[in-house]
């Protein structure tokens, strides 16, 4: 399986940017779809951003399209998230995951967690 490591979480002021990484290993990265989820606390564990093993397709919740940039580098293999314009209701502990192949917003539907990276944006 992928193992997955999270890295740049921090705080910042809302309509700053900020971006995540996401550090992988495992034979599988380069066919795995790859996802960023949130969980604020409180609240379910919600999809954000994915985009698909080969890259060419990417998918983006609502609320973050068009301020959110989900890519990867397969070389590296590291996917990242970049936000900008963050507001205060993105504050959450950030996810990546893994799964075979296509693109799913459904978290069960995800093999391979990281721990999380905070991100926290302020007033």
């Known amino acids: 399986q992928v193992q997955l490591v999270e890295s740049g979480g921090g705080l910042v002021q809302a309509g700053c940017p900020l971006r995540v990484s996401c550090a992988a290993s495992?034979?599988?990265?380069?066919?795995?779809?790859m996802g960023w989820f949130r969980q604020a606390p409180g609240k379910e564990r919600e999809f954000v951003a994915a985009i698909s093993w080969t890259g060419s397709i990417t998918n983006y919740a609502d609320s973050v399209k068009g301020r959110f940039t989900i890519s990867r580098d397969n070389a590296k293999n590291t996917v990242y998230l970049q936000m900008n314009s963050l507001k205060p209701e993105d504050t959450a502990v950030y996810y990546c995951?893994?799964?075979?192949?296509?693109?799913?917003?459904?978290?069960?539907?995800?093999?391979?967690w990281g721990q999380g990276t905070q991100v926290t944006v302020s007033s």
């Open positions: 495992g034979r599988t990265f380069s066919s795995s779809a």
């Open positions: 995951a893994a799964r075979p192949y296509s693109i799913e917003v459904d978290p069960l539907l995800y093999s391979s």
